[in-house]
């Protein structure tokens, strides 16, 4: 036996790889069903050595089904996700629309699992940002430890985290140049190829983008209200993989060699970090893997205690796809939820 699983946007970058990791993963599934909007109704997509015919949303009877995962943006979440979940449909979101409804909880597995306790107020459990998303995997190990003050974040975010079209835009663009087309911008403000946009998302009035603020307040909801972050969050170049340079401030005594025996002991942690050519990650080689992978701990001595590190996930994967799945494998394991 198993459960009825809805995968909404199944066309879409992160509702595909939803489907590959719930199939890698064997979740116990007794039906996956692909939900996308009309335009793709005549579409197939792949669900392990299956092929899925896909559903329209705007017709579909969520009556019977147990799990929803919702990756097609704020819009169709705002709509659709509640009516899913009064159907008794629990719904596990990866927009942004509920992460700071005090009524939804917001989850990473290895971070704050047992907020899954609350999800019954609604039915829905928000996904997080994909950058705070690996970043708190990182993070939470060692504030356990030794207590994070402050952090300053650096992200160097992939195309693939705005979608398709931002993807096929790099592509278009890096073509043109070296074909010497005309170039030509739209899913970015400036042109992407050979460059770096430090604007993710919209501007709010302090000048900050809500890329930035996100990664504060989730931090606050999901590790501790208590710490201070700043964060730059910048696009580059590159399809899939979000890197992240994190300067962190603690409490209490924590060296780098420590650092790494903590983080080699803590789930979805993979550290790789030798002080020499090619001992770090990049997001190239991050691609595909589940781990959230550490490297370049070193010591920072502009302050009492202080620390670098280089993080660096497969935004499809942890920053979302993956996520969304561990939310439903943890409510499994916490028996919050049980095989009939």
């Not at 009064?86 to 992460?99: M, Q």
């Not at 970015?188 to 307040?217: L, R």
């Not at 409490?251 to 020499?276: F, Q, T």
Request: glycine fraction near 6%; include cysteine; aromatic fraction near 6%.
């Amino acid at each position: 036996m198993g459960f009825r699983v809805a995968v909404v946007g199944a066309t879409g970058n992160v509702g595909r790889e939803i489907l590959n990791i719930l199939s890698e993963r064997e979740y116990p599934a007794t039906e996956v069903i692909a939900i996308a909007s009309r335009k793709s109704i005549g579409q197939q997509v792949g669900y392990g050595d299956k092929e899925l015919d896909i559903n329209a949303l705007d017709t579909f009877d969520f009556t019977g089904v147990d799990i929803a995962l919702f990756a097609a943006g704020n819009a169709v979440s705002k709509k659709y996700a509640p009516i899913a979940a009064k159907l008794g449909c629990v719904v596990i979101d990866n927009s942004s629309y509920f992460r700071m409804d005090p009524h939804v909880p917001l989850v990473v597995p290895e971070v704050n699992p047992k907020a899954l306790k609350g999800f019954a107020k609604k039915n829905i459990i928000a996904n997080p940002n994909c950058s705070t998303a690996q970043m708190l995997v990182a993070l939470k190990p060692l504030h356990d430890v030794a207590t994070i003050k402050r952090v300053v974040v650096s992200t160097y975010q992939s195309v693939s985290g705005a979608g398709n079209k931002a993807m096929d835009e790099l592509f278009n663009q890096t073509r043109a140049i070296f074909v010497n087309d005309p170039i030509q911008t739209e899913a970015f403000t400036k042109q992407i190829a050979f460059n770096v946009i430090p604007h993710i998302d919209s501007f709010m009035d302090d000048g900050s983008t809500k890329e930035e603020w996100k990664m504060v307040v989730e931090t606050h909801k999901m590790l501790d209200p208590n710490i201070k972050v700043t964060a730059t969050c910048v696009r580059v170049p590159v399809f899939v993989g979000h890197a992240e340079s994190i300067n962190l401030e603690f409490e209490n005594e924590m060296s780098a060699k420590k650092a790494r025996a903590i983080l080699r002991e803590a789930p979805g942690c993979l550290v790789i970090d030798n002080p020499a050519d090619e001992g770090y990650i990049t997001p190239l080689e991050c691609v595909g893997d589940f781990a959230t992978f550490i490297s370049r701990i070193r010591k920072d001595d502009t302050v009492e205690h202080g620390l670098n590190i280089w993080v660096v996930s497969d935004n499809l994967r942890k920053g979302a796809a993956l996520n969304a799945v561990q939310i439903a494998e943890s409510l499994l394991n916490q028996g919050l939820m049980s095989v009939d």
